[in-house]
């Protein structure tokens, strides 16, 4: 079994930082894929960006340049800094896990203000 627990969402204005976390428990394998997707209302979730275990990164063209992904592998956990944050940010942030079928946490809610 595995568990996703994320933390770091908020209310920011137009332009400021946020991080979000993902610790991951349970029983986790030496290789996954591990990321964060994000669901805006009325709309399809959408992946933001993903980290293999051997730090290959892939981001959406849309955070590209103001996101960073990054994950602490002794630690399970993921990270999402988020820069130059701007409205269509906005949404549920989800964090995920691959490892022969896809996790994913509760989901915490991002809100940038204009």
């Known amino acids: 079994q595995v568990q996703l627990v994320e933390s770091g969402g908020g209310l920011v204005q137009a332009g400021g930082s946020l991080r979000l976390s993902c610790a991951a428990s349970?029983?986790?394998?030496?290789?996954?894929?591990m990321g964060w997707y994000r669901q805006a209302p009325g709309k399809q979730r959408e992946l933001v960006a993903t980290i293999r275990s051997g730090d290959r990164l892939n981001y959406a063209d849309s955070v590209k340049g103001r996101f960073i992904i990054s994950r602490d592998n002794a630690k399970n956990t993921v990270y999402l800094q988020m820069n130059s944050l701007k409205p269509e940010d906005t949404a549920v942030y989800y964090c995920?896990?691959?490892?022969?079928?896809?996790?994913w946490g509760q989901g915490t809610q991002v809100t940038v203000s204009s």
């Open positions: 995920s896990l691959v490892q022969g079928r896809d996790y």
């Open positions: 349970g029983s986790i394998f030496s290789f996954n894929v």
